[in-house]
């Protein structure tokens, strides 16, 4: 299996690809071409023609959940491949609030959804999607959530609400060798993530986690309970029978050094360009 990261906030050194605050990963698992997010805009498709991708042979997209910097660049998409089956949940409204109440539509713009129906397949259960490649839709809640999630909201009823999270998803790819375990934001805590996916594949050694974890600079500023808390998420990640992790996105650089410190050469941050065989 080859990953390449055709979008992450920050990029290789020296690299003339385009960086944004969003998550797209092309995966290529033996015959099979599948795009994991899209960023937040086009960008990803022009990082993916300099990397000698052609989108039009995509098979199949997951868009892990409803905030822009993962569905934003669905429309380019669509520009490039008339025939890929799109999964997502079902996407609401969703919206980040401020400390001082002011608020910021964060949903990617659903009217390429209706645009391009034939397309879109609404995930409502836990499915194979190809042979091997598995989405899950219903996450355990065993674990805390990321403190910053207390920032994000849903509408519901012409009202704002916390954010319950129910349109993230999960793709697990299985092999002879193990699990690969695919998140966007984990919006409803790593923990959880990884935790829902041994459940489902029972015995099955985890090769790789790939993801943002959503821990967030301003959200721990410096708390000493903070920066246990990354520590021991660290120490929970290391007692799976786990390969690798790869994090970038909305897990910030202070939170990242913290779980190398513990975690070490187990954990590598995912740039735009970077390139993960598998
Ligand atoms: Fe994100
Ligand atoms: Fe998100």
New binding site residues.
């Given amino acids: 299996m080859i990953i390449t990261t055709l979008i992450d906030d920050k990029k290789l050194e020296n690299s003339n690809l385009i960086n944004e605050h969003g998550l797209s990963l092309h995966i290529q698992k033996e015959k099979q071409n599948i795009l994991f997010d899209t960023g937040a805009s086009g960008y990803f498709a022009e990082n993916a023609k300099e990397l000698g991708i052609d989108l039009n042979e995509v098979d199949t997209v997951i868009i892990s959940?409803g905030?822009y910097?993962?569905g934003g660049g669905l429309e380019t998409f669509f520009k490039e491949n008339k025939h890929a089956p799109v999964y997502t949940k079902k996407i609401g409204n969703y919206y980040r609030v401020y400390d001082n109440g002011t608020k910021k539509n964060?949903t990617w713009d659903k009217t390429v959804l209706e645009k391009n129906s034939q397309q879109i397949r609404y995930l409502t259960q836990d499915l194979e999607i190809l042979e091997n490649v598995h989405l899950l839709s219903s996450i355990k809640k065993i674990y805390p959530q990321p403190p910053d999630n207390k920032f994000l909201y849903q509408e519901k009823n012409r009202q704002l609400i916390r954010d319950d999270f129910l349109h993230e998803l999960l793709m697990v790819i299985e092999e002879k060798d193990g699990i690969t375990i695919f998140s966007?934001?984990s919006?409803q805590g790593i923990l959880n993530m990884i935790e829902t996916a041994r459940n489902k594949f029972r015995g099955k050694p985890i090769k790789a986690v790939l993801g943002?974890f959503?821990i967030i600079e301003s959200a721990f500023n410096n708390r000493e309970e903070c920066i246990f808390e990354v520590k021991e998420i660290a120490d929970k990640i290391l007692k799976y029978p786990l390969g690798k992790v790869y994090t970038g996105h909305?897990t910030e650089i202070k939170p990242y050094l913290l779980l190398k410190e513990v975690m070490g050469s187990k954990l590598e941050y995912l740039s735009t360009g970077m390139v993960i065989k598998l």
Avoid: E
Wanted: aromatic share 0%; charged share 10%.
């Fill in positions: 959940h905030h910097d993962h964060i966007g934001c919006h943002g959503h909305c």
